[in-house]
Nanobody
Framework: QGQQVESGGGLVQPGGSLRLSCVAS?????MGWYRQAPGKQRDLVAQ???????TYANSVKGRFTISIDNTKNTVYLQMDSLKPEDTAVYYC??????WGQGTQVTVSS
């Protein structure tokens, strides 16, 4: 399997927004965004199927929105009302298989 390509990370102040993008290397049956903070395990943030069914971690419900564009083979993660505890490397995963290289999100004043 090929590797996914994430983009859109950066430094943002608390309360700000970022949108992450992930271009998939193949068919998207189920796509997930995960994150890993220093010294912590990699956890699921949000997940979406090709039909648009979504799942969110409790910590991001109401603030993050995952979406999929099958015509562009891309999945997005809109992150609003960001908090310092959202700081992590965010990874995209395709069909419970291959990962992307990750994109750093830092929320700090």
């Amino acid at each position: 399997q090929g590797q996914q390509v994430e983009s859109g990370g950066g430094l943002v102040q608390p309360g700000g927004s970022l949108r992450l993008s992930c271009v998939a290397s193949g068919s998207m049956l189920i796509m997930g965004w995960y994150r890993q903070a220093p010294g912590k395990q990699r956890d699921l943030v949000a997940q979406i199927t090709s039909q648009g069914a979504t799942t969110y971690a409790n910590s991001v419900k109401g603030r993050f929105t995952i979406s999929i564009d099958n015509t562009k083979n891309t999945v997005y993660l809109q992150m609003d009302s960001l908090k310092p505890e959202d700081t992590a490397v965010y990874y995209c995963r395709r069909n419970f298989g291959s990962w992307g290289q990750g994109t750093q999100v830092t929320v700090s004043s």
